[in-house]
């Protein structure tokens, strides 16, 4: 894998260049289109459907730049009651956001970042991936799902291990639903 990888490198040296301008634009764009506002009108606007309000602020609950706005709208759902069901919807809506960071991460662009992971430190990176603790990876990947922290980084940890999706969906709709639910409790104690 790594002697094809560096060919296609050496063959096409802008691909990477091209691919990191393009991860580089998404992320301003993203950053931009949160500055804006336009999440928080989106947010406010369906959350007077309440189902799909859940579904989107769960959406938006997974990323590190959605994440305030996407719990704002979830407080105010919590404090008009139906806790249950807009946990659930929440985290449908972040299965579907874990999902769509996920497949990026598995992607083919996934290859550039291992390979980069695996110069900087070559003998540790190998190490986790290709001995008896490789496990450790997708395991630190679902614990920081688990925790109040951005799913970003522990989904990227996962499509680095090549974590089967068909485990990915119900790890990541129980995660997100004890989350969301407790953050509903919390709310409802304020």
Known sequence: MNDSFNNNLNTHPSTLKKDIFL???????????????????????????????????GLFFVSIFTVAPAIGILFSLFTTGFLFETSFFAALGAVAG??????????????????????LKPERIRFLFHSGLAWLVPFFGVIIIASPLPDELGLALLGFSRFPIWLLVPFSFILNFVGIFILGLIVRQI
Do not use: C, M, N
């Not at 336009?38 to 859940?54: H, M, N, P």
């Not at 999902?99 to 980069?116: A, D, G, P």
């Open 23 to 57: 991860l580089v634009l998404s992320i301003a764009i993203a950053i931009l289109i949160v500055r804006l506002g336009v999440i928080d009108y989106l947010l406010l606007k369906t959350a007077e459907f309440r189902f799909l309000g859940s579904f989107i602020a």
């Open 98 to 119: 874990d999902f769509l960071i996920y497949r990026f991460f598995r992607s083919f662009h996934s290859l550039y970042f291992e390979e980069l992971f695996k110069k």
